[in-house]
């Protein structure tokens, strides 16, 4: 009965390992992350009525950018080999694919949103969102 009980334990163990979601399974977690984070920010961009919403998916998407911006830099350390590798890892793949369609519908949701550029609020977010990047 012990003997059976180890047996099972230890499947379990394996099956919950197996399914953690292999080596790079905190990037993938951090990469849906962010493309949610994205599509969040696109979707309010395009629902957008006036400069004071634009204003406020701006700072909502830099507020929740500051949030994962050391997850996506710890992956540097944790993972030298992917700076030399020309595409993900198999396992990233469908990750990155999602990010860059994702990236684009923000390039386009981008440009709805040129007409609130000139509003000083707009200005600002804008501004404190390229900050983030240095």
């Given at each position: 009965?012990k003997?059976?009980?180890?047996?099972?334990?230890?499947?379990?163990?394996?099956?919950?390992?197996?399914?953690?979601?292999g080596?790079?399974?905190?990037?993938?977690?951090?990469?849906?992350?962010?493309?949610?984070?994205?599509?969040?920010?696109?979707?309010?961009?395009?629902?957008?009525?006036?400069?004071?919403?634009?204003?406020?998916?701006?700072?909502?998407?830099?507020?929740?950018?500051?949030?994962?911006?050391?997850?996506?830099?710890?992956?540097?350390?944790?993972?030298?080999?992917?700076?030399?590798?020309?595409?993900?890892?198999?396992?990233?793949?469908?990750?990155?694919?999602?990010?860059?369609?994702?990236?684009?519908?923000?390039?386009?949701?981008?440009m709805?949103?040129?007409?609130?550029?000139?509003?000083?609020?707009?200005?600002?977010?804008?501004?404190?969102?390229?900050?983030?990047?240095?």
């Amino acid at each position: 009965m012990k003997k059976n009980l180890v047996m099972l334990l230890s499947l379990v163990l394996l099956f919950g390992v197996a399914c953690s979601g292999g080596k790079y399974g905190d990037i993938k977690d951090a990469l849906n992350d962010l493309i949610d984070m994205q599509e969040e920010y696109i979707n309010t961009i395009q629902k957008a009525q006036a400069a004071g919403d634009v204003a406020s998916a701006i700072n909502r998407y830099a507020d929740r950018f500051i949030q994962i911006k050391p997850r996506l830099e710890s992956f540097e350390q944790k993972y030298p080999e992917l700076k030399k590798q020309k595409e993900p890892p198999a396992e990233l793949k469908e990750s990155f694919e999602r990010l860059t369609k994702s990236a684009e519908r923000l390039a386009t949701a981008s440009m709805t949103m040129l007409k609130y550029l000139n509003d000083p609020e707009v200005q600002k977010a804008t501004e404190r969102l390229k900050n983030l990047n240095k």
